[in-house]
């Protein structure tokens, strides 16, 4: 299931954020702490350069605590500063101008020796779609400031908005790449619908899903959908998706999702498996662990 998905504003939000780069004092960079590697956008990096970062690990509530424990430690050995938030709810949101400071304050003391103590923080908030980024600049200004959906590719342009005296944000449109070498990071994306449903097939996206839960998170399919894991045979081809089709069939019946014949309604069960991992509703799962960085290009 080879993924490419490069709509044209991504190209010009890609050159927006490079010209707009010497405006702002830091970047925020926004990304699902259930995917930290996937969810961010290895373009970013580049274009950045040497300017401070921080690091929003959003939907913490929704991601494995101790996996979320393990991913600040992370990136904070690697310079980043780091803040876990849940923005629908508004969890950790509060610390986000605190944080900020914290980062900058030699550059806000350089400020204040000559002079500009009234000069304002800027920070430029980046990230791939559909990861929470204007739900979260939304929480932090108190107000609806930037278009926020539950589609990728909502926020088009980039928008100023002002926190308070000293801080200023500016939003700016999701950025993908133009390729995903690594097919994992493509499915890990779709898995929580940082990629149109449109672009693939759902119920190979949901067989991929189910091996991906029950070679982590097998309790949580025997408590949401009382499947018993079969074991998985030796000889399964590489790369096979029967396993995952196996256990999506087998959680059909167990919904009692059935089509003519009596045979299970696997597309059904799929939007199901889906829709119920993206709203939370399987448990909090992380699906990849900082040992697998390397894997992804981040050692």
């Not at 780091?82 to 605190?98: R, W």
Request: proline content about 5%; some cysteine; glycine content about 10%.
């Amino acid at each position: 299931m080879d993924i490419h998905w490069y709509p044209g504003h991504m190209t010009k939000t890609r050159r927006m954020i490079q010209a707009d780069l010497k405006l702002v004092d830091l970047v925020a960079e926004v990304i699902d702490a259930r995917i930290p590697i996937s969810s961010r956008n290895p373009d970013i990096d580049e274009l950045v350069g040497d300017k401070p970062r921080l690091i929003i690990l959003n939907r913490a509530d929704q991601a494995d605590p101790e996996q979320t424990r393990a991913w600040t430690r992370w990136f904070k050995a690697r310079g980043c500063a780091v803040l876990e938030t849940d923005s629908k709810t508004g969890g950790g949101v509060n610390q986000f101008s605190a944080v900020i400071k914290d980062a900058l304050k030699e550059q806000i003391a350089r400020w204040r020796e000559k002079g500009q103590v009234g000069r304002p923080v800027r920070v430029m908030v980046v990230g791939v779609p559909n990861v929470g980024k204007s739900t979260f600049i939304n929480k932090v200004a108190r107000r609806k400031s930037a278009k926020a959906g539950d589609r990728p590719g909502v926020t088009r342009g980039k928008q100023w908005v002002a926190v308070d005296a000293g801080l200023d944000l500016l939003d700016t449109p999701g950025i993908l790449w133009p390729k995903f070498e690594d097919q994992t990071v493509g499915r890990n994306l779709a898995f929580t619908g940082a990629i149109k449903d449109e672009v693939m097939d759902a119920e190979t996206l949901a067989c991929y899903l189910m091996e991906t839960l029950a070679e982590r998170y097998p309790q949580a399919l025997l408590e949401r959908y009382k499947l018993e894991l079969p074991p998985r045979a030796q000889d399964e081809e590489t790369g096979g998706l029967s396993y995952g089709y196996d256990l999506l069939e087998r959680a059909a019946r167990k919904r009692g999702f059935l089509i003519s014949g009596g045979e299970p309604d696997t597309e059904r069960m799929a939007k199901v498996l889906l829709d119920e991992f993206r709203a939370g509703r399987l448990g909090r799962f992380t699906l990849e662990t900082p040992e697998g960085a390397e894997a992804y290009g981040d050692g």
